[in-house]
């Protein structure tokens, strides 16, 4: 157990609608980081918060959002959806030490028809 | 553009001998290195990392080594266990970037140990 908490485990909607994503780190961790892994492909890094904050921004598109609440747990808004957009989504959380390993959670499975 | 490549998308190895995992990097600015196991239905779990002022790495049963000229690293398990039987990922990240974002990821290699 990674200590990294992620809801829903499976998410199935339809194309156009929107979804909210939600992740609570590890006591402690300041850091979330959200990753997607669509079929056959390595985590693609979407964005990363510290306390609060953006820290850190990578391929995430338009349609996708996040932030990071007082109480550090993080959500991943995805709007438009597309069949594309059916992926696994990853959070991740790390500690304040330098390089710090990232904890995984289990993922949120999202399946767009 | 896939900056951190695993070529190999599986690996089959007999309990007891030797599993080596590979991975290549394209962006020089690189400069720390990690592995990650992955069970099925699970999220990522590190294994082991590097950073490039080293060749190795130990942990126990795995080691890593990096081969900085080469733009190459690989994973030795050794000896194998049934256990080991997961999907590795290499990742990759570079000094500029606070702490681990940005982490770059190959697209992963599944080790089956065979009993």
């Known amino acids: 157990d990674s200590g990294v908490t992620q809801t829903p485990k499976h998410l199935i909607t339809a194309t156009g609608q929107r979804v909210t994503l939600r992740c609570s780190p590890r006591?402690?961790?300041?850091?979330v980081y959200w990753y997607q892994q669509s079929l056959d492909q390595g985590l693609q890094f979407l964005i990363q918060?510290?306390?609060?904050?953006?820290?850190a921004k990578g391929n995430i598109l338009e349609r996708f959002s996040a932030q990071q609440f007082p109480d550090l747990h993080s959500e991943l808004n995805l709007s438009s959806l597309e069949l594309g957009d059916s992926a696994l989504y990853f959070c991740?959380?790390?500690?304040?030490?330098?390089?710090?390993?990232?904890?995984f959670g289990n993922g949120t499975r999202l399946t767009v028809t | 553009d896939q900056q951190v490549k695993q070529n190999s998308p599986s690996l089959s190895v007999q309990e007891g001998r030797i599993s080596i995992l590979n991975c290549d990097y394209t962006?020089?600015?690189?400069?720390?290195f990690l592995w990650y196991k992955k069970y099925p239905a699970e999220g990522p779990t590190f294994l082991i990392s590097?950073?490039?002022?080293?060749d190795k790495n130990e942990d126990g049963r795995f080691t890593v080594f990096l081969n900085k000229s080469a733009k190459h690293l690989s994973l030795h398990i050794v000896p194998s266990q049934p256990g080991d039987s997961a999907v590795y990922f290499c990742?990759?990240?570079?000094?500029?970037?606070?702490?681990?974002?940005?982490?770059?990821f190959g697209t992963g290699t599944r080790l089956t140990i065979i009993p």
């Open positions: 006591s402690g961790d300041l850091s």
């Open positions: 590097i950073s490039s002022i080293k």
């Open positions: 991740a959380s790390s500690g304040q030490g330098f390089r710090s390993p990232l904890h």
């Open positions: 990742a990759a990240s570079a000094s500029y970037a606070f702490g681990n974002e940005k982490l770059t």
């Open positions: 962006n020089s600015m690189f400069d720390y």
């Open positions: 918060y510290y306390n609060g904050e953006e820290r």
